[in-house]
Structure formats: structure tokens, C-alpha cells
């Protein structure tokens, strides 16, 4: 990393530091692909697994020309450029499409991707027995601005199994101005935050507070992030941030569900495109509110009451 030369980056509006204490570039385990014992040691370790060109880049390809065609004919893209650039149109904002991997076209190319032969056959051999996904897609179009503040995503889908992986997919080339996804090294195994913060449930009403979430209940700002802060929370739980470079499409990152994560802010014109899927193993129960055709998702009767 030393001959790298890094922007000025951001998080939630927040310059990071970027000395090598601090941050630094994900490992790249294509070496240990087939060794199923080393990528449990480093999942063990790093907490994220970082397989580059894992997918066939021409099939990401076609998928992001179909989600773009998508965004341009919801008028979403600015019209004087090339619509696989995703240049976004003034004003546009950050949004989840779960309507997208649901479209007939281009859902079909993105489930073909991250739910075929070759990811589920992966994820069999990383967790030792028949491997299952959630139904329900998370497809993120970040567009110019900030991007994810740091959460770990045991509070959204902690119902299961919690031997439960996302994996997070990007439908473009994300170089670093684009903000790709970004994390804290180690930071699955802070106890301060399994304690605290990784114990809740966002659908929760705390019904002696004014049904508020527990979450919000218990100080944590915005919905669902730990902190608005990527840097603090860094300075707090040690280890490094750590991003790619550049993400490729074809290249796939799998992460477990305690680890702080979110996103670097885009500093650019276009719209930067991801999916983040989940996986688990089939015996293991599912977390209900990602399942079955019409998934429940968050809110309505996901709600559970509980004394805070
Ligand atoms: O893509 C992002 O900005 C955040 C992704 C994320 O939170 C996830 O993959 O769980």
C-alpha cells in the first residue's frame, strides 16, 4: 500500500485518516479458495472474506446495462451520457430498490448471479452443509453523496441462524471516489459492541417507551447505524478500515454479521450500484421477515413488543 497514492475520502461527511495504522486495502483470499480451513481462519480473524473476480465479470456486465436501462426509463439517469454510465440525474437520491432484483429482466440476470451454481456451491463447501439464501434482495443505487454509516447487520436479520453471511456485490467498477464498501477490520470480535448494540433488534416497540425501536431507545442515532462516525467508531474498536482499491464487477466480498460495515461517501457523478444478498445453512432456522415469496421485511407485523 505504500506506493498507493489515496484521495481525500469520506464517510458520512467525515475525512478519514489514512496513515497504514488506520487504513488499509481488503486481503484478497483467492489464494486460500479452495482451502476451506484457511477461510475459516481468516473469516475467524478478519471477521471478511474478499474474493476478486469471483463472478463472471460479462455477466455482472450485462446485468448492470439491464438495471441501468432500468434507472434511465424511470428517468433516474442524467440523459446526456451513455446510460451504462449511470450518471445520475440532479437531486437524485440514495434509495433501496428491492423492485429491481423482483424485475423480470434484470432481477433474473442479478438472481442468476447471486443465487446460481456457482455462490451457493461456495458457500456449501464454507459452511459445511447444504447452504440456503434469503429471498428478499438488498439492491442499493447510492447515488453522488453520503454513503452507509457504519451498523452491523445482526440487528436486521438476527432472527435465524446467526451463522449468517452477506455477501456484497457490485454492479460496476466502484473505485475509491465511487465509495465501495467499507470496514472495520476485527471488529466482530468487540464485546463492547456483542454486548450492547449487536444484542437488539431494529423491529422491536419499546412498549413502556412510546413504542420506540430498542435501538433508538438506547441512544443509537439514525436508523440502525452504531454511530454517525466511521472515524470515532474506528479510534474506539481498534483495527484498521479497510475498502478496495477499486471493486471490480465480477468481484464478491462476504462478510458475517457482526462486523461494523457500511460505506464510503460517492464523490462522483454516477450512481453507484450493489446488492447485498445473505446466506446461511438450509437446517439452521431462517429469520422470517426475509423469506417467502412476498417477504414481511421491517415494520408492520414484524414488530415484536418488549419492556426496555
Ligand atoms: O452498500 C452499502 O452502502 C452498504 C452495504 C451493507 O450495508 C451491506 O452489505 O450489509
Same mark, same amino acid.
Given at each position: 500500500m505504500s506506493n498507493v497514492t489515496i484521495p481525500k475520502i469520506t464517510a458520512g461527511g467525515i475525512e478519514l485518516e489514512t496513515s497504514p495504522d488506520r487504513f488499509g486495502f481488503l486481503l484478497d483470499s483467492n489464494d486460500a479458495i479452495e482451502n476451506v480451513e484457511e477461510l475459516h481462519a481468516r473469516m475467524e480473524c478478519d471477521g471478511y472474506l474478499y474474493l476478486p473476480g469471483f463472478y463472471d465479470r460479462?455477466?455482472?456486465?450485462?446485468? $448492470?446495462?439491464?438495471?441501468?436501462?432500468?434507472?434511465?426509463?424511470?428517468?433516474?439517469?442524467?440523459?446526456?451520457?451513455?446510460?451504462?454510465?449511470?450518471?445520475?440525474?440532479? +437531486?437524485?437520491?440514495?434509495? %433501496? $430498490?428491492?423492485?429491481?432484483p423482483n424485475d423480470p429482466v434484470c432481477g433474473k440476470l442479478i438472481r442468476n448471479l447471486i443465487y446460481g451454481e456457482k455462490i451457493m456451491n461456495f458457500y456449501t463447501k464454507f459452511l459445511g452443509g447444504e447452504a440456503t439464501h434469503f429471498d428478499f434482495t438488498w439492491m442499493r443505487t447510492i447515488a453522488p453523496g453520503i454513503g452507509s454509516y457504519p451498523h452491523c447487520d445482526v440487528i436486521f436479520m438476527g432472527r435465524g441462524s446467526k451463522n449468517l453471511y452477506t455477501t456484497w456485490t457490485p454492479f460496476g467498477d466502484v473505485p475509491l471516489e465511487v465509495g465501495g464498501l467499507l470496514l472495520i477490520e476485527g471488529s466482530h470480535k468487540d464485546e463492547e459492541i456483542r454486548r450492547n448494540y449487536s444484542s437488539m433488534d431494529i423491529d422491536t416497540a419499546c412498549v413502556n417507551r412510546n413504542n420506540e425501536s430498542e435501538v433508538k431507545a438506547a441512544g443509537y442515532p439514525s436508523y440502525g447505524a452504531i454511530s454517525l462516525?466511521?472515524?470515532?467508531?474506528?479510534? $474506539?474498536? +481498534? +483495527?484498521?478500515?479497510?475498502?478496495?482499491?477499486?471493486?471490480? %464487477? +465480477?468481484d464478491m466480498l462476504m462478510f458475517n454479521v457482526y462486523l461494523v460495515h457500511g460505506s464510503l461517501d460517492n464523490q462522483s457523478k454516477e450512481i453507484r450500484l450493489s446488492t447485498d444478498s445473505r446466506y446461511q445453512l438450509a437446517s439452521e432456522p431462517l429469520d422470517e421477515r426475509w423469506v417467502g415469496e412476498n417477504p414481511p421485511g421491517h415494520g408492520g407485523n414484524s414488530i415484536k413488543g418488549l419492556i426496555c
Open positions: 460479462e455477466q455482472v456486465k450485462e446485468a $448492470r446495462l439491464a438495471i441501468c436501462e432500468l434507472l434511465s426509463r424511470h428517468e433516474l439517469l442524467d440523459p446526456n451520457f451513455p446510460v451504462e454510465s449511470a450518471i445520475a440525474r440532479q +437531486g437524485e437520491v440514495n434509495q %433501496m $430498490r428491492p423492485e429491481i462516525d466511521f472515524r470515532a467508531t474506528r479510534d $474506539r474498536v +481498534g +483495527g484498521r478500515l479497510l475498502t478496495a482499491k477499486e471493486f471490480k %464487477m +465480477g
